[in-house]
T-cell receptor, first 108, second 114 residues
Framework: GQQLNQSPQSMFIQEGEDVSMNCTSS?????WLWYKQEPGEGPVLLIA?????ELTSNGRLTAQFGITRKDSFLNISASIPSDVGIYFC????????FGKGTHLIIQP | EAQVTQNPRYLITVTGKKLTVTCSQN?????MSWYRQDPGLGLRQIYY???????DKGDVPEGYKVSRKEKRNFPLILESPSPNQTSLYFC?????????????FGPGTRLTVL
C-alpha cells in the first residue's frame, strides 16, 4: 500500500511558539486531511485539502496541499495548552492512508 | 447528536475466545471502516465497507471479519483472538467513500488479548 512519512514524530515546545509538521510520500494523493487525536478519543478532522497548491486556514491552523500532490504541511501559530495531542496526516487516493502521527507536547 | 458509537470501550479476553466489537452510526453514511492503532505504527485500516453487503480488505485484514447487513452497523469480529491483536480499535464512517468528505471516528475500543 501507499506509505506516508510524517515528521517530526514528537515536538516539545513552549506555549506561544509556532509549530510546523509535514507529510511526504512517493505516491500522489487526491485529498490531504489533517486530524487531531486527544487522549481517550478518536481522531477529529481539522482541515481538508482537495486541490494541489491549496492553502487553507482554520483559526490558528494553516495547511497546504503540495503542488506535486505528494506532500502536505500543517502549521499551528501561537500554540496554547489545548493544542496538545497527536496530529495525523492522511492522504486519499484509493482509500485513506494515515501517517504515524506527530505528538505535540506544550510546556507552559 | 450525530455520532459513531462503539462497544465495548474496553475489553480484556483470552486467546481463542471469539469476540465482536460493535460499531453503529446514526448519520446515514454509506462508508464505514475499521482501523487499529498501535504505538509507532499510526492508524492502519483493517476492513472497509462502501455500502450494505459490500466489504473489502484494508491493509491488515488477517484475523478479522466484518459484516454489513444494515447501513448503520459494521461489527468487527475476531474469531480466534491472539495477543498480537491487542490494540486500540477505531470505527469510522463517512457519507461517501470518495474521501472528499470527513470521516467521523468512534471513541475507540481498547482490546487486550492475554
Amino acid at each position: 500500500g501507499q506509505q506516508l512519512n510524517q515528521s517530526p514524530q514528537s515536538m516539545f515546545i513552549q506555549e506561544g511558539e509556532d509549530v510546523s509538521m509535514n507529510c511526504t510520500s512517493s505516491s500522489i494523493f487526491n485529498t490531504w486531511l489533517w486530524y487531531k487525536q486527544e487522549p481517550g478519543e478518536g481522531p477529529v478532522l481539522l482541515i481538508a485539502l482537495y486541490k494541489a497548491g491549496e492553502l487553507t486556514s482554520n483559526g490558528r491552523l494553516t495547511a497546504q496541499f503540495g503542488i506535486t500532490r505528494k506532500d502536505s504541511f500543517l502549521n499551528i501559530s501561537a500554540s496554547i495548552p489545548s493544542d496538545v495531542g497527536i496530529y495525523f496526516c492522511a492522504g486519499q487516493y484509493d482509500g485513506l492512508t494515515f501517517g504515524k502521527g506527530t505528538h505535540l507536547i506544550i510546556q507552559p | 447528536e450525530a455520532q459513531v458509537t462503539q462497544n465495548p470501550r474496553y475489553l480484556i479476553t483470552v486467546t481463542g475466545k471469539k469476540l465482536t466489537v460493535t460499531c453503529s452510526q446514526n448519520m446515514n453514511h454509506e462508508y464505514m471502516s475499521w482501523y487499529r492503532q498501535d504505538p509507532g505504527l499510526g492508524l492502519r485500516q483493517i476492513y472497509y465497507s462502501m455500502n450494505v453487503e459490500v466489504t473489502d480488505k484494508g491493509d491488515v485484514p488477517e484475523g478479522y471479519k466484518v459484516s454489513r447487513k444494515e447501513k448503520r452497523n459494521f461489527p468487527l469480529i475476531l474469531e480466534s483472538p491472539s495477543p498480537n491483536q491487542t490494540s486500540l480499535y477505531f470505527c469510522a464512517s463517512s457519507l461517501w467513500a470518495s474521501g472528499r468528505d470527513e470521516q467521523f471516528f468512534g471513541p475507540g475500543t481498547r482490546l487486550t488479548v492475554l
